[in-house]
């Protein structure tokens, strides 16, 4: 499974777009990039999940570039209810898999 | 979708007892996960656990100090045993939905061990 890593946190305001970029140099041939969103006190959230290009969401947008080193979920027009911790994850999609969570991104979106 | 609940939702328990924790899902699965998170920190896979075999624990780990059961497609429980204060945490179970890396968490449980 490929690592990852994201900045540990991020401030924004309420109406701004936010970006979060996730690097994973390792990432294999049949391995896709999921996003999860966790708020206190609950379970962590699926987000959106992509292997290559431009995936769009009615809650966010995915890029991932050609060489899929990276990739950078796209929060628009954010809001105070944002504020949450973003995971990236990298494995292979289909059938069984087991996630291992990194130690993901702290968004706090400020009034 | 699946919809995921867990009990108890907190417990306060006492160090050297155990407390285990159940997990139902409004449909039938073949993969429930185990997880636990501690304050503040990222989530800890524990093991995997599927129908009628036996959990497959990760790294650090062990059976006798976290038992699991998978009577059927819908429920599982987790027992965490001999508690110590290091054990206070959340655990969370997970299954996946079919076909997807996506899977689909319950609420939590909030441990403390006094």
């Known amino acids: 499974l490929a690592k990852t890593t994201q900045p540990i946190s991020m401030d924004s305001y309420e109406g701004q777009e936010v970006n979060i970029t996730c690097s994973h140099n390792n990432i294999a041939t049949n391995d896709y990039i999921t996003w999860y969103q966790q708020f206190p006190s609950q379970g962590p959230r699926f987000i959106i999940q992509g292997y290559k290009t431009k995936v769009t969401n009615e809650v966010a947008s995915l890029f991932i570039p050609a060489d899929r080193k990276s990739s950078t979920l796209s929060l628009p027009r954010v809001s105070l209810s944002d504020t949450a911790v973003y995971y990236c994850l990298v494995g292979i999609s289909g059938g069984y898999n087991k996630l291992i969570f990194g130690a993901g991104t702290r968004l706090a979106v400020h009034p | 979708s699946a919809v995921i609940s867990q009990k108890p939702s907190r417990d306060i328990c006492q160090r050297g007892t155990s407390l285990t924790i159940q997990c139902q899902v409004d449909?039938?699965?073949?993969?429930m996960f185990w997880y636990r998170q501690q304050p503040g920190q990222s989530l800890t896979l524990i093991a995997t656990?599927?129908?009628?075999?036996?959990?497959?624990?990760e790294s650090g780990f062990v059976i006798d100090k976290f038992p699991i059961s998978r009577p059927n497609l819908t429920f599982s429980t987790l027992t965490v045993s001999n508690m110590s204060p290091e054990d206070s945490s959340i655990y969370l179970c997970?299954?996946?939905?079919?076909?997807?890396?996506?899977?689909?968490f319950g609420p939590g449980t909030r441990l403390t061990v006094t």
């Open positions: 997970s299954v996946e939905s079919g076909g997807a890396n996506e899977q689909y």
């Open positions: 449909s039938q699965v073949t993969m």
């Open positions: 656990a599927n129908q009628g075999s036996e959990a497959t624990y």
